[in-house]
T-cell receptor, first 113, second 108 residues
Framework: DGGITQSPKYLFRKEGQNVTLSCEQN?????MYWYRQDPGQGLRLIYY???????QKGDIAEGYSVSREKKESFPLTVTSAQKNPTAFYLC????????????FGPGTRLTVT | GQNIDQPTEMTATEGAIVQINCTYQ??????LFWYQQHAGEAPTFLSY????GLEEKGRFSSFLSRSKGYSYLLLKELQMKDSASYLC?????????FGKGTRLHILP
């Protein structure tokens, strides 16, 4: 079945450690996105990529990094520079030139203590 | 969200109708989305309006007025499973900008 996977669903880290969240899709979508959601809040865009080997900062990129070496994969690294990393992280993808809606992965809930 | 306003919470009764409003301000606009999100889960797509007017899809309908920067989501024959957050979002170039969402509570 085609879809987007994120793993793990829950992730715990100590403060000061970098952590990488995975996002894989087999929908053959060109564009991929990372969002962060805090309790009672909407989705805020961290980074997005429209094509392999290219990505752009979203509204809250500070303290995060990404790579897009393969079309299927768009991992997000939460660095120790991110002041409030505890949040629900959602990955999404969409087809460029196709339907406008984004397809979301199940999300990773990251807790940093 | 950026320049998107929607009520924080609403309450309605099972079997009733509810309308969730959304206003937005943006210099670039390609279309307006509505997503449903249950607690702890990913958003799921409900509708996408590009042109003015009402689009109906089963129990859910979505309306758009581009000149007024206004949209609403209409939910009919409410069911308990409709208890969720409803996110309004606009499409600008290759980005989707989300509002903070409206949490809808359904009472039996």
């Amino acid at each position: 079945d085609g879809g987007i996977t994120q793993s793990p669903k829950y992730l715990f880290r100590k403060e000061g450690q970098n952590v990488t969240l995975s996002c894989e899709q087999n929908l053959n979508h060109d564009a991929m996105y990372w969002y962060r959601q805090d309790p009672g809040q909407g989705l805020r865009l961290i980074y997005y990529s429209q094509i392999v080997n290219d990505f752009q900062k979203g509204d809250i990129a500070e303290g995060y990094s990404v790579s897009r070496e393969k079309k299927e994969s768009f991992p997000l690294t939460v660095t120790s520079a991110q002041k409030n990393p505890t949040a629900f992280y959602l990955c999404a993808s969409k087809s460029r030139g196709g339907p406008a809606e984004q397809y979301f992965g199940p999300g990773t809930r990251l807790t940093v203590t | 969200g950026q320049n998107i306003d929607q009520p924080t919470e609403m309450t309605a009764t099972e079997g009733a109708i509810v309308q969730i409003n959304c206003t937005y301000q943006t210099s670039g606009f390609n279309g307006l989305f509505w997503y449903q999100q249950h607690a702890g889960e990913a958003p799921t797509f409900l509708s996408y309006n590009v042109l003015d007017g009402l689009e109906e899809k089963g129990r859910f309908s979505s309306f758009l007025s581009r000149s007024k920067g206004y949209s609403y989501l209409l939910l009919k024959e409410l069911q308990m499973k409709d208890s969720a957050s409803y996110l309004c979002a606009y499409n600008r170039d290759d980005k989707i900008i989300f509002g903070k969402g409206t949490r809808l509570h359904i009472l039996p």
